[in-house]
């Protein structure tokens, strides 16, 4: 664990610090890091424009990188998009179905939510997956909350012939995907919250030249006249502009790095949740939910306010965590409470930073009874 911890520069900077915040955003190995000095330093100028060679090896290392990307996931570089973040991936997708009805589920992370309200026709939010029917399903994988796995395979059983949109964003960093199995027209995710920087996320569209992009600009046409334009039938179509090349080549070495280290991070997620498990019952702190498959823990006092105990964890014991509705306000009305403390673990957190942590809910716990 000492060699994991000793690649992420920040937490040389900040030795005391028990971060637990990684369902917002992770922090960076050194390779991502250097990457970006990289590309800067000797690969610097936009791609897909320019003839002279500097251009031609800027454009050969963004492919690459989709390339990578691609491989992550099992699908191929055609059918990978960069855009800035998820968000932008899921406001991409939902807005191909416009006008039309979309099922999708109260576990929904608001970048989800937000542009189905918009721009459905109309819309139901399940609790259970078994209800799901529709032609258009719009899914989260994996809760940024209660930390829930949804099991896409069933969706696509029980609904053969939909779209069905995906958002991986946290389960991309923990789990592996192989996109073919689980059968998606559409899968979106981020790169910070999987050590890669920000800036950029990931759209893949099994099919990207049935669908439109959302943004119009440079570099996503074939033909324009003083009345028409013919878009490309590359995933370009969908990256207009100066796409994030520098983003792009960092992302890859996230991927690159993840990929190194992903047995250990199963091993070691899965020995948080037993561990946490055991000890939030012992303490008698209940989470949202504890049948989970990826450490993400929301929990709350009736007695004292979500953001009071994050300050205090902060202030007192060095801990940083998210405090709120972590952009999932249905979800907290559906289950009947209000703001939540939400702590999420990844690949350089300890078992020793999870019993500090306990402790120190057990002290705040104390200090309030």
């Not at 800035?84 to 576990?107: C, G, M, P």
């Not at 991309?172 to 920087?197: C, E, Q, R, W």
């Not at 943004?215 to 990256?239: A, K, Q």
């Amino acid at each position: 664990m000492d060699m994991i911890r000793s690649d992420f520069p920040i937490l040389s900077k900040y030795p005391r610090l028990i971060y637990l915040d990684n369902a917002a955003t992770t922090h960076k190995p050194k390779s991502v890091i250097d990457a970006l000095s990289e590309f800067y330093i000797n690969y610097n100028a936009n791609i897909h424009r320019g003839v002279y060679r500097l251009s031609e090896e800027a454009t050969d290392l963004y492919e690459r990188s989709r390339e990578i990307v691609a491989r992550f996931i099992g699908a191929e570089p055609y059918q990978i998009v960069f855009v800035k973040n998820a968000t932008e991936a899921l406001n991409t997708a939902i807005w191909n179905f416009r006008s039309l009805d979309i099922q999708s589920t109260v576990y929904e992370h608001h970048s989800m939510l937000l542009p189905i309200y918009r721009y459905s026709k109309s819309y139901k939010l399940h609790s259970r997956i078994d209800e799901i029917k529709g032609d258009i399903i719009a899914v989260t994988h994996a809760s940024n909350v209660t930390g829930r796995v949804i099991d896409l395979k069933t969706i696509r059983e029980n609904n053969p012939n939909a779209i069905i949109i995906a958002d991986g964003t946290q389960y991309v960093p923990h789990m592996s995907v192989d996109i073919k199995s689980i059968d998606v027209d559409m899968y979106a995710f981020s790169g910070h919250k999987m050590l890669g920087p920000t800036g950029i996320g990931v759209l893949y569209i099994k099919n990207p030249e049935q669908y439109e992009p959302l943004m119009l600009g440079g570099g996503t046409v074939s033909n324009v006249t003083d009345s028409m334009f013919r878009l490309l039938d590359t995933v370009e179509r969908y990256e207009a502009g100066t796409p994030p090349i520098a983003e792009a080549y960092a992302l890859s070495k996230a991927v690159e790095y993840l990929s190194s280290k992903f047995e250990d991070l199963y091993q070691l997620d899965q020995k948080i949740i037993r561990i946490a498990n055991k000890l939030f019952q012992e303490y008698e702190i209940y989470p949202v939910e504890m049948n989970i498959n990826i450490p993400i823990f929301s929990f709350y006092f009736p007695s004292v306010h979500s953001h009071d105990v994050a300050e205090m964890l902060d202030t007192y014991y060095d801990i940083a965590v998210r405090s709120g509705y972590h952009c999932a306000q249905p979800l907290h009305e559906f289950l009947g409470i209000g703001p939540t403390v939400r702590a999420s673990f990844y690949i350089y957190n300890t078992e020793e930073e999870l019993y500090k942590f306990m402790n120190a809910l057990k002290n705040i716990i104390l200090k309030f009874k």
